[in-house]
């Protein structure tokens, strides 16, 4: 069976309710077009997981996917506050928002764990922070051969991946390049994986050690060009820093947010649509 | 005297602390703004590196986000964010770490989690993200930021990334080997830990400040050494290359991207 | 000061007599040159260490310069047994050897977790296996979260490391791609490190996520062109099979091995000397 | 009958065993041969990993190490030696081991290290390399060696690779969740342990070799399937492509490289 489907398919067949989720990406090939089509789909009560939770996770948020969030650094990157995430978190708006806290080594040794399928990770860091005492999963082990006191976190292995990525070819295989993130570790990890792609090419050419994943440890891969919009694809496009900035406002209110979800997420039959929708209504002028 | 501003000050003062050749993990915001002044002036051969992954970056214009294509494309190597925590930073590479912060206290432990209660937040703020670690990793820490009573305060109410946690050898008992804070930036002057106590000291005052201006914006009875000095003020190439940097960072942002 | 000298130099100055001393490379890359430099500067008690000692770790322990070795697999590839090792096991010869045994997972772990600043590395292995009866190395740990049984190690952290690569920079910037095997994992991990290029660049030119070291991590870098031959280094030159083959009569016998070390290693002057003489020699009516 | 040698036999009875899709991590020499067969005949899909690094490899020429350039430059990726045991060995992705041994005992339980004592022994074999990991994070594993009684002992002098241990559950019983080994192909026929007591039972004999012959070869005493069944000799695609295979690989490696 093929493993390229629509993202439609994708995630109605394989993100279930109660799922723990990770859509990562660090700044780059953030999956935004994934994330619009689960908040479309009303999947409900996810652990969404990432390294570095920005807006699309303040959307699933506000939409109501979301019960918990497993993360070490949650913000508008260069803009300021998730102000979805901090009304969850300070409110209970639009439910309460159970949090799992960690630093960015301690998730990155986590997710490396979890693709080495070693049950827990250990980390020369914690000593010092009052992290530890807010999270029970962070705790304490001595080296068998030096006596040094290291801090152990479980594996991090999500029920589902999703990334966004360059190329994949007709058998699914993927290949991704610049700022890769934990994409990797987060695959792997996995149960489950989806990827979205900018495109689909008749043979991929990646360069000696170039970053491919291939088809068997992928489920579904989906052609969204596009896909990271308003974060930016290397080698495609650029990031929209405007929309970062614009979504401030739009988030700060409620009123303004569950209208914005419902005209450029719900109302839409697609990530195409939305883009287009966006582009029209949202950047007026902006020709670039 | 009024030819820069109190953020271009502390910005120059913050890049003069970042010595050429050294290895420099660089958090977004100020940091990178003064890691890559001194990158641009005296310290060309700085080695700057950004968690997102890279290495090595030489910035045209300043990073809005971690991660910008700017500095992947820019940088000498790009490597996964797992290889850049465990082989890079928790490997001993860096010397210097440069952070930021939203809170600060007397002996320079930093807050970027919570304010007011964790389970029932005053104000929910970012979170950890890479800085405990830079704080412990690195072989010593620059802190920069504006000085006010709500940012410097006498105890944070969690520490997200340890400083001189309660002072004297504290740090040291704590298991920590690395140095720790060694100054700490600001819009008025120049705060460093007393040697022995640990506690932050007003070292120097940017021009135009005054120490009872420090001590207002500080949530504690702050001390200073007697005299304090001024901070050299920028010289005109600081300032210009400074500002040639803003500039074509503000126009490289005001597109779409 | 620059990092670039010649190889005589790096070796006189960074191997100490008892180092341990990790000469890696799988298969691809391995640094000949710079064990022939050791070999004729009779460097002494070296630990050696390497997931697959060859031609040129038995060439080491046969010249009596090896008080240890520390290894996962010590084969002449596709020929058959390292005889000087075996030698140096089965009677003492030149001086007995002692054995560091770990499995390939295992030695990976150890220089992943040299790399990384852990004092130990956890490993999904060993069990069954009669190794840990011999290794007293390898421990056992129970997982905090799971009560899995694992197996630890030390981590690895070599006095000296020493690879060969493609390409550096005048300014000692390493760049190398293909079989990379454990090298950047042995860089880092290590107190000291010589690397041997084929070529020094105006500037490197590595694809986006290809494998640089910075200048600031290595001790030495050394231009010796053909430095891994028989070896062989993509991009530059095949593997000498026919060496390989060759090796096994001369290593069997201790006169004709004496006789090639005094021959083709303490008599000449450096390795492009060498290569030459046994090109001359060796190979005659091969012109490839 | 003579149409083909015992070691083709065994080459292409090996090859058969591997299932079209799988994910295979292979040994170098009879197991490459093997695999690679595989992959030119029934198998097109098959993904051989090779511990180098490469993964997805289609040499053209069967690697005489198992890092040849033919590897890297035939392969869909190459990953550092330590991704590769972390991430995809450990990680679980493997559905095949195929293996060789120097020693195999009747359990199949492999010896590559010593033969005799270990700090005194009579021969010091090359070392674990990848397989005892192979053997236990593999979902299963195939093993291919010749048949003599200094290979197939009663009871190996060190396990290098765990194959059955001491039979029965112990394999399960030691905290390995994977099958094990489920056939070892010779040049004489194919055996595969016993569903329930783990031993090692000829099932199947390669055309022209006999019973007797077997237990000649093999240091216990040799349960059998009764009767026992002749390997399908092997096709005229299977020989003609295991041939041209071989060929392109001798004149390869007869130069220099």
Redesign the interface.
């Given at each position: 069976m093929s493993k390229i489907c629509s993202l439609k398919e994708a995630i109605a067949r394989i993100v279930k309710n109660g799922d723990s989720v990770a859509m990562e990406g660090?700044?780059?090939l953030i999956p935004y077009a994934a994330g619009h089509e689960v908040i479309r789909q009303q999947k409900r009560n996810l652990t969404l997981i990432r390294?570095?939770p920005d807006l699309i996770y303040d959307q699933l948020i506000g939409a109501g996917c979301v019960k918990k969030m497993i993360?070490?650094?949650?913000?508008n990157?260069?803009v300021g506050?998730?102000h979805r995430?901090?009304d969850a978190?300070?409110n209970g708006w639009p439910q309460p928002l159970e949090i799992q806290?960690?630093?960015?080594?301690?998730m990155?040794?986590t997710?490396?764990a979890g693709?080495?399928?070693?049950?827990?990770a250990?980390?020369?860091?914690?000593?010092?922070?009052?992290?530890p005492l807010?999270n029970p999963q962070i705790?304490w082990?001595t080296?068998?051969?030096?006596d040094?006191?290291?801090a152990?976190m479980?594996a991090l292995n999500p029920d589902v991946t999703i990334i966004h990525a360059q190329q994949a070819d007709q058998q699914g295989?993927v290949f991704l390049?610049?700022?890769?993130?934990?994409q990797?570790?987060a695959v792997?990890a996995a149960e489950k994986v989806i990827i979205t792609v900018e495109e689909i090419v008749v043979k991929l050419n990646?360069?000696?050690?170039?970053?491919?994943l291939?088809h068997?440890?992928i489920d579904a891969v989906c052609k969204v060009p596009g896909g990271a919009f308003p974060s930016?694809t290397?080698g495609y496009?650029?990031?929209?820093?405007?929309?970062?900035q614009q979504w401030d406002p739009i988030a700060r209110d409620r009123e303004r947010f569950n209208q914005w979800i419902h005209d450029y997420v719900m109302a839409v039959e697609n990530f195409a649509d939305y883009k287009a929708q966006l582009e029209k209504d949202l950047?007026p002028g902006?020709t670039? | 005297m009024n030819q820069y501003t109190a953020e271009e000050m502390m910005t120059i003062a913050a890049s003069r602390k970042l010595k050429n050749g050294v290895v420099c993990f660089v958090g977004?915001?100020l940091p990178s703004a003064a890691a890559n002044l001194a990158r641009l002036t005296h310290a060309p051969d700085v080695v700057l590196i950004y968690?997102?992954?890279?290495i090595g970056t030489k910035p045209n214009v300043l990073?809005?986000?971690?991660?910008?294509?700017e500095?992947?494309?820019s940088a000498q190597m790009?490597v996964?964010?797992?290889e850049?925590?465990?082989y890079w930073?928790?490997g001993g590479w860096v010397d210097v770490g440069f952070l930021g912060a939203a809170q600060i206290d007397k002996f320079a432990n930093i807050n970027t989690?919570v304010i007011g209660d964790?389970h029932q937040?005053?104000?929910?703020l970012?979170?950890?993200?890479?800085?405990?670690?830079i704080s412990?990793?690195a072989k010593e820490s620059l802190i920069i930021l504006k000085q006010s009573k709500r940012a410097f305060v006498e105890k944070v109410s969690?520490?997200?990334?340890?400083g001189h946690?309660s002072g004297g050898d504290a740090?040291e008992k704590?298991?920590?080997s690395t140095k720790g804070p060694t100054a700490v930036i600001t819009d008025l002057g120049v705060l460093a830990p007393d040697p022995v106590s640990k506690e932050l000291v007003l070292v120097s005052l940017h021009e135009g400040s005054t120490v009872e201006q420090a001590q207002e914006a500080t949530g504690w009875h702050l001390k200073t050494n007697d005299p304090v000095p001024f901070t050299p003020p920028p010289t005109p190439l600081e300032l210009s290359v400074l500002r040639d940097l803003n500039e074509r960072t503000a126009l490289a942002?005001?597109?779409?991207?």
């Open positions: 660090f700044t780059h390294m570095t993360f070490s650094w949650g913000g990157p260069g506050s998730l995430f901090r978190v300070e806290e960690h630093s960015h080594a301690d990155a040794s997710y490396d693709a080495a399928n070693l049950p827990f250990v980390l020369r860091g914690h000593i010092g922070s009052d992290l807010y705790k082990i080296c068998p051969f030096t040094e006191k290291l152990v479980p295989n390049w610049g700022i890769v993130g934990v990797k570790q792997l990646p360069p000696p050690n170039g970053i491919v291939p068997w440890v930016y290397q496009y650029e990031r929209n820093n405007r929309f970062y950047i902006d670039k | 977004i915001g968690e997102s992954g890279t990073p809005l986000s971690i991660g910008d294509g500095l992947s494309e790009v996964s964010v797992p850049m925590f465990r930073l928790q989690t964790y937040p005053k104000t929910r970012p979170g950890a993200g890479g800085a405990p670690e412990t990793n969690f520490i997200t990334s340890p946690l740090r704590a298991g920590l942002h005001s597109g779409t991207h």
